[in-house]
Nanobody, 124 residues
Framework: QVQLVESGGGLVQAGGSLRLSCAAS????????MGWFRQAPGKEREFVAA????????DYTDSVKGRYTISRDNAKNTVYLQMNSLKPEDTAVYVCAADSQSALRRGVSAWDYWGQGTQVTVSS
C-alpha cells in the first residue's frame, strides 16, 4: 500500500513557474514508477509525465515537453514536477500516481495508487 500526498499547487500568472511535490509513504518508494496526471474541469484525466524507479527514464506528453521536468528523490520518498512557462491551458488538478510495473505507461487505468491532487490555476 502506498499513500501519496501532493503539495505546491496555487495561482500563478501565465509565464510563471510552480514546483509540485508528492510525498509517498512506505519503505518501497523506489519500487514504483511515479507519474503526474492532470484533470481540468469537464475533461478526462490525462497523462502529464512519468519517471522510472531509479529516475533514469522519463516520459512527457507533447504539450509539456520543454516546459515541465519530473524528478524524484528516493531517499526522501518524493517525486517532483517543475513547471515553467505556464499557460492558462495548464490549469487543472494535478494528481500524483504510483505504478508497480517497471515500464512507463500513460494509461490512467494502469496506475496502482493515486493522491488526492493539488490545484494549479494559471491566469492570463
Amino acid at each position: 500500500q502506498v499513500q501519496l500526498v501532493e503539495s505546491g499547487g496555487g495561482l500563478v500568472q501565465a509565464g510563471g513557474s510552480l514546483r509540485l511535490s508528492c510525498a509517498a509513504s512506505g519503505r518501497t518508494f523506489s519500487s514504483y514508477a511515479m507519474g503526474w496526471f492532470r484533470q481540468a474541469p469537464g475533461k478526462e484525466r490525462e497523462f502529464v509525465a512519468a519517471i522510472s524507479r531509479r529516475g533514469g527514464t522519463t516520459d512527457y506528453t507533447d504539450s509539456v515537453k520543454g516546459r515541465y521536468t519530473i524528478s524524484r528523490d528516493n531517499a526522501k520518498n518524493t517525486v517532483y514536477l517543475q513547471m515553467n512557462s505556464l499557460k492558462p491551458e495548464d490549469t487543472a488538478v494535478y494528481v500524483c500516481a504510483a505504478d508497480s510495473q517497471s515500464a512507463l505507461r500513460r494509461g490512467v487505468s494502469a496506475w496502482d495508487y493515486w493522491g488526492q491532487g493539488t490545484q494549479v490555476t494559471v491566469s492570463s
